[in-house]
């Protein structure tokens, strides 16, 4: 008799938007949250790194809920008890895709326990997207978080979407500044419009299209002055004190553009070299003291492997 399997997943960080992508965009970082569940313990959830004394480790936890929902999805009746093992690198409620990854971590656990006891009950990668999205609400973080890399998700005729992948040049680094405050996405998207003038959208239609030119190309000095947004970072910056001193220091350090990470407060400087990119670090962290406001930094680039399950 085989022993009772153990599986663990690294789930990538996620920003969303990209600017003027809202809502259709995004891309995973290398920076992981990684989970372990095993199987045929009695139920428990440890829980270290990032906000782990705030988080429940009772069946209350965000990828405990995730991993029920697959369960009774797909009537999964034999699935036994198991231990949860989280080491949490994301901050939380910062813009860099924490609950994407209790999301997407939550569900390919979920499905590798039911390939394991049931699995002709298992789910599919598509179908695992779909549910991850509607879970979510919102594709730009649960897609890259799953596939890897930089993602465009795009309604089709028949009312799906399609997903593509968007090319990412080697020389992209990004440029992470987190400030030490918590902003909850409902309230970010609260301040959001549900319509925008004319110009606005075209506006966001040319800088969109101008994001896909320069990443396809490889030709990153293409965002160079004037790249952004105007459907929704606009309305967001009011949420996030400083805002204004930091891109224009970070600009100024050599950052390309900079971009709120997702719905904020957590601001992405785009750089096209990694020297550059710490100095932009530096700049962005001592700007946001002057406005005595704790942040940290760091350097990362787009995690290009698709999410996967291993079987310890």
Partial sequence: MSRAPSFTVQVPATSANLGPGFDCMGVALNLFNEMTVEAERPFEVDIEGESASLLPTNRDNAVVQTMQVLFDRVGAAAIPDFKLRLVNRIPVASGLGSSATAIVGGLLLANALVEWYEPKRALSRTELQDLATELEGHPDNVTPALRGGACLICSDDKGGSQTFAIPVPD????????????LPTK??????????PREDAVYNISQAARLALALGTGQLDILRGGFGDKLHEPYRRSLVPGWKDVHQKAIRAGAIATTLSGAGPSMLAWCD???????VADQMTLTWREHNIPARTEVYQASAKETTVVRE
């Fill in 187 to 196: 309230e970010s998207r609260n301040v959001v419009p549900m319509t925008v």
């Fill in 171 to 182: 020389n992209l680094f990004f440029v992470v500044a987190v400030p030490y405050f918590m």
């Fill in 273 to 279: 070299d990694e020297s550059t990119a710490w100095q």
